[in-house]
């Protein structure tokens, strides 16, 4: 055991009562369209995905809104010297996480899907983006209604 690593075996000394969760999903609701209009009902959205996440990981830690920008995929970029006002988005993204229950991830990834592919769809996106277990994930084509 090297001097710098702690072992301790937390669920045993703590008292928890199960085995620590190691996987989280997290997923990032912004305020505006790919357009960079508003959505309207934000609110509802972000309740839905606490939702989602809290039947995935038995809850769901939402943060304040932080700053985001978003670079549309319309034209191909390389440097800021080529890049321009208008092609960033500007807005406010909410992060919403949970740490999951494997069964109840694996049992929950179509509802998952649906609520990610309809934000997308019915909010206007150019991608809907979410992290699972420290991999970055984009969706840019929807699935229809």
Known sequence: MSDDILEINLKE????AEAPSTQQ?????????RKGREIKNLHIWIKEAQKVLAI????????????????????????IDQLRDEDMLWEKTTITY???????????????????????????????????????????EYDPK
């Not at 000394?13 to 928890?16: A, F, N």
């Not at 995935?56 to 440097?79: F, K, V, Y």
Request: aromatic content about 14%; overall charge negative; hydrophobic content about 35%.
């Open 13 to 16: 000394v703590l008292g928890s």
């Open 25 to 33: 999903l997290t997923l990032y609701i912004p305020n505006k369209d």
């Open 56 to 79: 995935i990981g038995g809850g769901s830690t939402t943060m304040p809104p932080a700053e985001g920008t978003w670079l549309s995929q319309e034209r191909d970029i390389d440097s």
């Open 98 to 140: 949970t740490y999951i229950y494997p069964s109840r991830f694996e049992k929950n990834l179509k509802l998952l899907r649906e609520f990610l592919h309809r934000f997308g769809r019915e909010t206007n996106q150019g991608e809907v983006v979410f992290e699972f277990a420290g991999e970055f994930f984009r969706i840019r």
